[in-house]
């Protein structure tokens, strides 16, 4: 006989979110095709709070979390191009002093090849930005590796960076970060939408480890339409 599964039907996007946030489990997965509103939903979570007249509490990643980092090709001269960083954002709260490179370095170095370094802002520059480096197989005048500066990394490898780069941040305020104190949930939205299973089977067993952590007191929402990530998260 085959087992009932009960159903329940929401009115409104809020009523969604208040029963997601009602949840008791340390973290909670969705599937669903692209077009149903993943990326609504995790905004309407995050902003919440704020519709309530309280500060948020949410720390996210989706596709507007990409766009807090936005490319300078120096379409000029062609030599310095630079990843900005948009730090109006909450989300940059406790980048200063925090030696964030370092933290974003162990993860980002489990997926890529390159390197990364972040540049504060300064006299001509308004924004901190991000300068990239490769080391290749070419040798240089004294025999060493050559070092690539500024290069353009591939859409994917920016994924990736951005990705790390919240991981760090998220680390960050699991382990009780005075700047990041205001953190009671993390939502992350199709972190692997543009790269392929063997990263999206890595990101989800990484996230897996990390979010089961004993004294990880934050909860997670998370929503995606990638069936091998999902299921990766939910053995993880």
């Not at 599964?5 to 669903?32: C, G, H, M, P, W």
């Not at 007249?53 to 996210?60: A, H, I, K, S």
């Not at 990843?83 to 980048?95: A, E, K, R, V």
Request: charged share 30%; glycine share 6%; with cysteine.
């Amino acid at each position: 006989m085959a087992k009932q599964i009960e159903t329940q039907i929401y009115q409104s996007l809020d009523d969604i979110v208040q029963y997601f946030r009602s949840l008791d489990k340390k973290y909670n997965i969705i599937f669903a095709h692209n077009g149903v509103g993943k990326t609504r939903l995790s905004m309407a979570f995050k902003d919440l709070k704020k519709q309530e007249g309280e500060d948020g509490d949410t720390l996210y990643f989706n596709a507007y979390t990409e766009d807090l980092f936005i490319w300078d090709n120096d379409l000029d001269n062609n030599i310095d191009r630079y990843l900005i960083i948009n730090d109006d954002s909450h989300f940059f709260d406790g980048m200063e002093g925090s030696d964030l490179d370092n933290k974003i370095r162990p993860f980002l170095h489990r997926y890529v090849d390159f390197d990364f370094k972040i540049l504060p802002k300064d006299a001509e520059h308004k924004k901190p930005r991000i300068s990239f480096t490769r080391t290749v197989n070419e040798l240089d005048e004294n025999g060493n590796k050559k070092i690539i500066e500024n290069i353009k990394i591939s859409r994917g490898e920016e994924t990736l960076f951005i990705w790390c780069f919240f991981l760090a941040i998220a680390q960050m305020a699991i382990d009780g970060n005075e700047k990041y104190k205001w953190v009671k949930y993390l939502y992350i939205d199709d972190p692997v939408s543009s790269l392929d299973d063997n990263h999206a089977i890595l990101i989800g067993a990484h996230l897996a480890q990390i979010l089961k952590r004993e004294d990880n007191k934050i909860k997670t929402l998370i929503s995606t339409h990638h069936g091998l990530f999902y299921n990766v998260i939910e053995v993880g």
